[in-house]
């Protein structure tokens, strides 16, 4: 059973620094995209970051570029997101999730959709 | 960056009754690369639908989606007790991702 279990969240305050973790198991972790999409309180999805399997490629939403790092480690099977000068708008729960795709190389984020996603981890920025 | 419109925002339904939701994107999604999720209150988004059409493991037949372009529509045939909640559809065709802002399905 594919499962992602995130970590790492909590209180911080604005200008911070927080590293999220996403530990996988269940498939073979390098063989796969992996992105964060995270949800402010009430509100909807918004995607972060995407990176690929082979940590080759990394992609970033404009409103985190500069600010947020994504990476990973295929030999431990974890995702991780390095969040920098943290704002009171990065408040939400962000979820790590699997790229999937229809053939059998999902290294490459593109045209992979998201299946499953972790249950997310709460990050709150305030002072 | 394709924006995708979700309508109607609030969809009031009793059970058994059939819903319909609209997705529209702003440009034209690449070969359909058109996702659906749900989400239901605090639980993490579960996927549906992807490719516009094609039902992920595990997800009953009452759900179809279909569509093409830049129109795509997500059908529940008749509604159960547990598919009250809110659905977002992705594209995924082209960086960045983006969502709509979601339809809920709520008890009429």
């Known amino acids: 059973e594919v499962q992602l279990v995130e970590s790492g969240g909590g209180l911080v305050q604005p200008g911070g620094s927080l590293r999220l973790s996403c530990a996988a198991s269940?498939?073979?972790?390098?063989?796969?995209?992996m992105t964060w999409v995270r949800q402010a309180p009430g509100k909807g999805l918004e995607w972060v970051s995407a990176?690929?399997?082979?940590?080759?490629?990394?992609y970033y939403a404009d409103s985190v570029k500069g600010r947020f790092t994504i990476s990973r480690d295929n030999s431990e099977n974890t995702l991780y997101l390095q969040m920098n000068s943290l704002r009171a708008e990065d408040t939400a729960i962000y979820y790590c999730?699997?790229?999937?795709?229809?053939?059998?190389?999902?290294?490459?984020?593109?045209?992979?959709?998201?299946?499953?996603w972790g249950q997310g981890t709460l990050v709150t920025v305030s002072s | 960056e394709i924006v995708l419109t979700q309508s109607p925002g609030t969809l009031s339904l009793s059970p058994g009754e059939r819903a319909t939701l609209s997705c529209r994107a702003s440009?034209?999604?690449?070969?359909?690369?058109l996702a659906w999720y749900q989400q239901k209150p605090g639980q993490a988004p579960r996927l549906l639908i992807y490719g516009a059409s094609s039902r992920a493991t595990g997800i009953p037949d009452r759900f179809s989606g279909s569509g093409s372009g830049t129109d795509f529509t997500l059908t529940i045939s008749r509604l159960e007790p547990e598919d009250f909640a809110v659905y977002y559809c992705q594209q995924y065709g082209s960086s960045p991702w983006t969502f709509g802002q979601g339809t809920k399905v709520e008890i009429k």
């Open positions: 990176i690929s399997g082979s940590s080759g490629t990394t």
């Open positions: 440009q034209t999604a690449s070969s359909s690369y």
């Open positions: 269940g498939f073979t972790f390098s063989n796969y995209a």
């Open positions: 999730a699997k790229m999937d795709c229809s053939g059998t190389n999902c290294k490459s984020p593109g045209k992979n959709w998201l299946d499953p």
